[in-house]
């Protein structure tokens, strides 16, 4: 059975709402400019207001929205990455809702930044097969963004964290992000993982 259609809206309010409450955790965390914090709660207020802007439009028209917009009016590298991040999350999902069952391709395309994903299989219940096998699919196709060196750190990723005693939605993210552009740098890993696990967890709970 399909997963139940999800709001946009209140996912991204959710992420926006969280990274607020650890703004000055990842400005923190910045040890170049001191204020990664404040360039990802102004990225998130951007795509949250794309959001209430295009609510009720196809979710490919709001992440296009939202990516366009966030190129107006955001100007920091995070920006770029997460506008590009929109802009193939909006590709990905023309003609299709964002449902509990593609969450783990949501973010992974958002999280890919200007890399090219392959959309991980829809696997309802196995987020981790889907992960894997999204991320072992990309060296199929020359163009795509992941090759094995990739899947490397994937799993290694996930198996650290498994070792440190994160769950297996936790390891799963710590995964995804590692293999991604948002992996190259400490603060920009720590947010992207905040992100990504507020994603994830808002569309478990909502679709079910």
């Known amino acids: 059975m399909a997963g139940k259609s999800l709001d946009l809206l209140n996912i991204f309010?959710?992420?926006s709402g969280n990274l607020v409450d650890n703004q000055s955790a990842l400005n923190e965390a910045d040890t170049y400019n001191h204020?990664?914090?404040?360039?990802?709660?102004?990225?998130?207020?951007?795509?949250?207001?794309?959001?209430?802007?295009?609510?009720?439009?196809?979710?490919?028209?709001?992440?296009?929205?939202?990516s366009n917009l966030l190129r107006k009016k955001s100007k920091s590298g995070s920006a770029d990455l997460y506008a590009n991040g929109?802009?193939?999350?909006?590709?990905?999902?023309?003609?299709?809702?964002?449902?509990?069952?593609n969450?783990?391709?949501?973010?992974?395309?958002?999280?890919?930044?200007?890399?090219?994903?392959?959309?991980?299989?829809?696997?309802?219940?196995?987020?981790?097969?889907?992960l894997l096998s999204g991320l072992a699919g990309g060296k199929q196709k020359a163009d795509a963004g992941f090759d094995a060196s990739d899947l490397l750190t994937a799993g290694m990723a996930f198996l650290q964290s498994k070792q440190e005693g994160d769950s297996n939605l936790e390891a799963m993210v710590d995964a995804?992000?590692?293999?991604?552009?948002?992996?190259?740098?400490?603060?920009?890993?720590?947010?992207?993982?905040?992100?990504?696990?507020?994603?994830?967890?808002?569309?478990s709970g909502m679709g079910s």
């Not at 990664?36 to 992440?63: C, N, R, S």
């Not at 969450?103 to 889907?130: E, F, H, I, R, Y």
């Not at 590692?178 to 993982?193: C, D, E, L, V």
């Not at 990504?196 to 569309?203: D, K, S, V, Y």
């Open 13 to 15: 309010k959710a992420v």
């Open 35 to 66: 204020d990664h914090g404040d360039h990802m709660v102004e990225i998130f207020k951007v795509i949250t207001q794309a959001m209430e802007e295009k609510k009720g439009a196809d979710p490919a028209d709001q992440l296009e929205y939202a």
């Open 86 to 101: 929109l802009a193939n999350a909006a590709k990905q999902f023309v003609g299709q809702q964002v449902t509990s069952d």
């Open 103 to 130: 969450a783990m391709q949501l973010v992974q395309t958002l999280m890919g930044g200007g890399q090219k994903v392959q959309p991980p299989p829809a696997a309802s219940g196995d987020m981790l097969g889907s």
């Open 176 to 203: 995804a992000v590692a293999s991604t552009q948002m992996g190259a740098s400490s603060h920009r890993s720590q947010s992207g993982k905040l992100v990504a696990n507020t994603i994830l967890q808002m569309m």
